[in-house]
């Protein structure tokens, strides 16, 4: 006989159907002592917001889409004790909807990525269920809108010779549905749904006691990104999953019942193995940035330096104190650069050391530390990374707070050695190494807000605070370049990201945009070049913004250390910042060099043809004049952000921080 239906005759036993709800019936069970006796999830529900959140009782995820067994939605047989009755319909949020882009090595809204809004599916439960789970889950919903409304008839028909069913509803795994725009933009993602996520779970404690699990709701079922995980990672204390993951593990449990294999083992549930129906789900539309992102970032700093996530960060990552540098002479020089150039060893190890302990000391105070992104697509490099990187050797500057500059390359995309979430700590960890994080445009200046993350701290709901800048202390800056046109031309575009969270962040961080309205410093991206070579389907979104965007730049050294110097000015010094951002002149645009263009500069120095890694070392010193290979310059002229009538601005007694020349 049954363990689980112990007076059932054993000619029903043998049907195999019959079966299949046995084991069922029995795996429910096994896991019935658990579910009676866990403590479920805490959730406050009066902390969410109305029009972005709500909670569904009585739900199961079948291939992505949410099936709602609750009887105040079920379109169940009219009951003659109840009269007729309509059921309400489903409480479908009109946010539950987000944008997205296919995920690849570059932004696909360029190049026809940009697809449908996705949706979550929500629907209720019906007769017809396909699977064997949601069978059972829809028969007790049938028994139950069968009951008689008085309470008082309910009682007189019930006995202890007909208990009801165990429920196949889990009252101890609590999934959070968090959506997003943009779920595969890092920046995006950071600055909105990471933010609005840790507002709402960690400071208005949606989720008190953080045993919750939180589920990122992916398009197509799409898998998540590491980033994703380290964000999100420090408000529950079960894995991040994905709404694919969770319907897979739903999947996989329905199908270990029906074979008697039982529920693979899972780390997200309260269980220890796959759910698939829950008493109760939060679904929750993450958007805006209703406190600081900077604040985002401290909390992940906290949590990624905890000792199961790896522990402290190293403090220099890059090596900036310990490199061994070898000297080189330069032909030429500018009132932004040194005539000496000195270059890492590319030989000696990173834990190699020079001089005294007191002397690297100093030399460590007086040095900038520049990281520089590189970016691993075919748009909007630097293609000459590697000559500025030689040349920050040899920049020495007179005064200042800083006398010479030291430049390390920033690697972010995963490799064979380092991914994962490994590689987001490595990344957090050398730009808080930095003085200055230099980027173009793009998702890898959402890295500056970690830069000086400890400074922010919680106050009040809806407030936040940062500590005093101390004297002998420095901030740290981002300097984001904006290929040619794009800064000057996509103002309500292009600075709708740093440009506007690092300013209300308190300028612990500065922000500076290196405008570049030289075409001699920008060639055409890969994508633009495909389509002009008639090499597959042409774009037919993209818009001159996203080619003006997605340029590739061959940055002029002169006009690059002039900037730098400028920033690197004001990090040790606040009133001179303030000054400076009072007068509008935080910000530079590159002006368009007297005659040449970027292809007849590219032919003389290696670059021509999207070329990367010619030229060499000659071509960088070189670039370290004002003319040399590289022309004569137009010069880095001062100015707000958004600079677009460049004579008025100059009429107006705009400044040159570069005189052309």
Not at 181 to 205: K, Q, S, V
Not at 250 to 263: C, I, Y
Not at 471 to 496: H, Q
Not at 618 to 631: C, D, E, R, T, V
């Amino acid at each position: 006989m049954s363990p689980c239906l112990p007076n059932a005759p054993r000619a029903i036993l043998r049907s195999t159907t019959f079966t299949c709800l046995v084991w069922i019936c029995c795996f429910k069970l096994l896991v019935a002592e658990v579910r009676q006796t866990c403590r479920p999830p805490a959730l406050d529900e009066t902390v969410m917001p109305r029009e972005r959140c709500g909670v569904l009782r009585k739900v199961c995820v079948d291939q992505g889409n949410i099936i709602s067994f609750d009887p105040d939605y079920a379109y169940g047989r009219e009951n003659p004790s109840r009269g007729a009755r309509l059921p309400a319909p489903l409480p479908y949020l009109t946010t539950w909807d987000g944008a997205w882009n296919i995920p690849g090595a570059i932004n696909t809204d360029a190049i026809v990525g940009n697809q449908d809004r996705h949706r979550l599916l929500l629907r209720p439960a019906t007769r017809l269920e396909p699977r064997p789970l949601l069978q059972q889950a829809a028969l007790q919903l049938e028994l139950s809108l069968q009951q008689p409304s008085d309470p008082s008839a309910l009682l007189n028909n019930t006995s202890s010779s007909s208990p009801s069913p165990a429920s196949p509803f889990s009252r101890c795994t609590l999934p959070v549905l968090l959506f997003t725009d943009w779920p595969f933009n890092y920046c995006e993602f950071f600055t909105n749904g990471a933010t609005a996520a840790d507002h709402l779970i960690r400071r208005m404690a949606l989720l008190p006691d953080r045993e919750a699990t939180l589920v990122l709701v992916t398009p197509s079922g799409l898998g998540r990104l590491p980033f994703h995980s380290a964000l999100l990672g420090h408000l529950s204390t079960k894995p991040l999953i994905t709404l694919g993951e969770l319907a897979a593990g739903a999947e996989a449990a329905g199908a270990g019942a029906e074979t008697g294999a039982g529920a693979p083992a899972v780390e997200w549930s309260a269980e220890g193995v796959a759910v698939g129906c829950f008493e109760r789900m939060v679904i929750c539309k993450l958007e805006g940035s209703p406190q600081l992102p900077t604040l985002t970032a401290a909390a992940v700093l906290r949590h990624l330096t905890q000792p199961n996530m790896g522990g402290e960060l190293p403090p220099d990552p890059l090596g900036f104190n310990t490199a061994t540098t070898t000297t080189v002479s330069s032909s030429s020089a500018s009132s932004a650069l040194s005539t000496t150039t000195s270059v890492p060893d590319p030989t000696a190890g990173a834990s190699s050391s020079t001089g005294s302990s007191s002397s690297s000391t100093a030399d460590a105070s007086s040095t900038l530390r520049v990281v520089i992104e590189a970016r691993n697509s075919g748009v909007r490099g630097i293609r000459n990374l590697h000559q500025l990187v030689e040349a920050c050797e040899g920049v020495s500057w007179p005064d200042g707070p800083f006398r010479r500059v030291s430049c390390r390359v920033l690697t972010t995309h995963d490799t064979p050695n380092l991914h994962g979430i490994a590689r987001f700590r490595a990344t957090v960890a050398a730009v808080r190494s930095a003085d200055v994080l230099v980027t173009v445009h793009g998702a890898g200046s959402a890295n500056a807000l970690f830069m000086r993350a400890e400074r922010s701290s919680d106050g009040p709901v809806g407030h936040s605070s940062s500590a005093p800048l101390l004297s002998g202390t420095s901030a740290a800056a981002l300097l984001e370049i904006r290929p040619c046109g794009f800064g000057s031309g996509f103002t309500w575009w292009v600075d709708v990201h740093m440009a506007i969270q690092l300013p209300r962040s308190g300028d612990d961080v500065h922000f500076h945009a290196y405008n570049l309205e030289d075409p001699t410093q920008c060639t055409a991206s890969s994508w633009e070049l495909a389509i002009k070579a008639g090499n597959g389907g042409s774009n037919t979104r993209a818009g001159n913004g996203h080619r003006m965007r997605d340029q590739n730049l061959v940055v002029r050294p002169d006009g690059f250390f002039a900037m730098l110097r400028h920033v690197a000015s004001m990090l040790r010094d606040p009133e001179k910042y303030g000054k400076a951002k009072a007068e509008n002149q935080l910000h530079g645009y590159a002006m368009p060099s007297p005659g040449g263009d970027a292809a007849g500069w590219g032919s003389g120095t290696g670059f021509g043809g999207g070329q990367v890694g010619q030229g060499g070392a000659a071509a960088g010193q070189a670039g370290l004049g004002g003319m040399g290979l590289w022309g004569p310059s137009g010069g880095v002229l001062l100015g707000p952000l958004g600079v677009t009538n460049f004579t008025e601005h100059i009429r107006k007694g705009g400044q040159w921080l570069l005189p052309p020349g």
